[in-house]
């Protein structure tokens, strides 16, 4: 199987080294396609694949083309590559916003996979959602299926717009998490901890607690009871948050994100 990755940005990299280093594919099935030459020629450096800054002698033979790209840079892709498009082609998209329906109507691609996955990925500890048109066969999920789990792990869904809300959730998490992280790190800090001691608190503590979380059955709210003592220091912590509506800010935060993936794909629609 000829698999084609359009973007040489941080996924487009990170799912060529992870397919590479999982054995599911060689290099020698492996294509990028960047338009950027100066760019092109660093991916070309790490020996990853066969580097294109032309899609046309490398989009016809590919089986499975993945899109690595901006959601912005995707009018101005889908209509370069439209008359190459063949349908038996199985297109991956990992661009937040871009609905199936868009993806077929730009680009004239028959069998359509829309994933969201996270930057974690890039040590095979990604989250990837995703989901599918009918013209794409079970076989061609499984295969990508296994691909995406080179990565971490991956939830497929029939509905589609639960991308948009993993792309809240998932997808924009770990910079919700790194948030929370450098607050407390600037408090460590303030405390009088020296920016090594704070680093090391401060990432060990949130790894050590996710950890524990998966290591058991337990609810968050569960786990906040046992962490927490009548009167005592996490109480008082806890209840800050509360006062302060830090659980409802952090909703709207996410909500926020989801209606921005929705705006993304209006807006190309706007353009059509």
Same mark, same amino acid.
């Given at each position: *199987?000829?698999?084609? !990755?359009?973007?040489?940005?941080?996924?487009?990299?990170?799912?060529?080294?992870?397919?590479?280093?999982?054995?599911?594919?060689?290099?020698?099935?492996? *294509?990028?396609?960047?338009?950027? %030459? /100066?760019?092109?020629?660093?991916?070309?450096?790490?020996?990853?694949?066969?580097?294109?800054?032309?899609?046309?002698?490398?989009?016809?033979?590919?089986?499975?083309?993945?899109?690595? #790209?901006?959601? $912005?840079?995707?009018?101005?892709?889908?209509?370069?590559? +439209?008359? $190459?498009? =063949?349908?038996? $082609?199985?297109?991956?998209?990992?661009?937040?916003?871009?609905? !199936?329906?868009?993806?077929?109507?730009?680009?004239?691609?028959?069998? !359509?996979?829309?994933? *969201?996955?996270?930057?974690?990925? $890039?040590?095979?500890?990604?989250?990837?959602?995703?989901?599918?048109?009918? @013209? #794409? %066969?079970?076989?061609?999920? #499984? *295969?990508?299926?296994?691909?995406?789990?080179?990565?971490?792990?991956?939830?497929?869904?029939?509905?589609? @717009?639960?991308?948009?809300?993993?792309?809240?959730?998932?997808?924009?998490?770990?910079?919700?998490?790194?948030?929370?992280?450098? /607050? !407390?790190? +600037?408090? &460590?800090?303030?405390?009088?901890? &020296?920016?090594?001691? &704070?680093?090391?608190?401060?990432?060990?503590?949130?790894?050590?607690?996710?950890?524990?979380?998966?290591? &058991?059955?337990?609810?968050?709210?569960?786990?906040?009871?046992?962490?927490?003592? +009548?009167?005592?220091?996490?109480? /008082?912590?806890? =209840?800050?948050?509360?006062?302060? @509506?830090?659980?409802?800010?952090?909703?709207?935060?996410?909500? /926020?994100?989801?209606?921005?993936?929705?705006?993304?794909?209006?807006?190309?629609?706007?353009?059509?």
């Amino acid at each position: *199987m000829k698999i084609l !990755i359009i973007g040489g940005g941080n996924m487009g990299i990170t799912y060529a080294q992870s397919f590479l280093h999982s054995k599911i594919t060689s290099s020698a099935d492996l *294509m990028i396609l960047e338009k950027s %030459t /100066a760019k092109a020629k660093a991916i070309a450096d790490l020996e990853l694949a066969t580097i294109y800054t032309s899609s046309e002698t490398c989009l016809a033979i590919a089986d499975l083309i993945i899109i690595a #790209v901006k959601p $912005q840079d995707a009018p101005l892709l889908f209509s370069r590559l +439209k008359a $190459q498009v =063949n349908s038996q $082609q199985v297109y991956l998209s990992i661009m937040a916003g871009v609905t !199936i329906e868009t993806i077929s109507k730009l680009l004239g691609a028959s069998k !359509i996979i829309r994933a *969201m996955p996270n930057l974690p990925a $890039q040590i095979g500890m990604g989250m990837t959602v995703f989901t599918s048109n009918n @013209e #794409v %066969t079970r076989i061609e999920l #499984v *295969m990508v299926q296994n691909l995406i789990n080179t990565t971490g792990k991956s939830i497929y869904v029939e509905k589609e @717009e639960l991308i948009d809300a993993s792309t809240a959730i998932s997808g924009s998490g770990p910079a919700y998490v790194f948030f929370f992280m450098n /607050a !407390i790190m +600037k408090a &460590s800090l303030a405390l009088g901890f &020296s920016p090594a001691e &704070s680093a090391l608190l401060v990432s060990q503590t949130f790894k050590g607690a996710s950890d524990l979380y998966d290591s &058991s059955n337990l609810s968050f709210d569960e786990w906040i009871k046992k962490v927490s003592s +009548k009167g005592g220091t996490t109480e /008082a912590a806890i =209840n800050s948050f509360i006062n302060h @509506e830090v659980h409802d800010d952090i909703l709207q935060a996410v909500f /926020a994100a989801k209606e921005k993936a929705v705006k993304l794909g209006e807006d190309l629609d706007d353009k059509d």
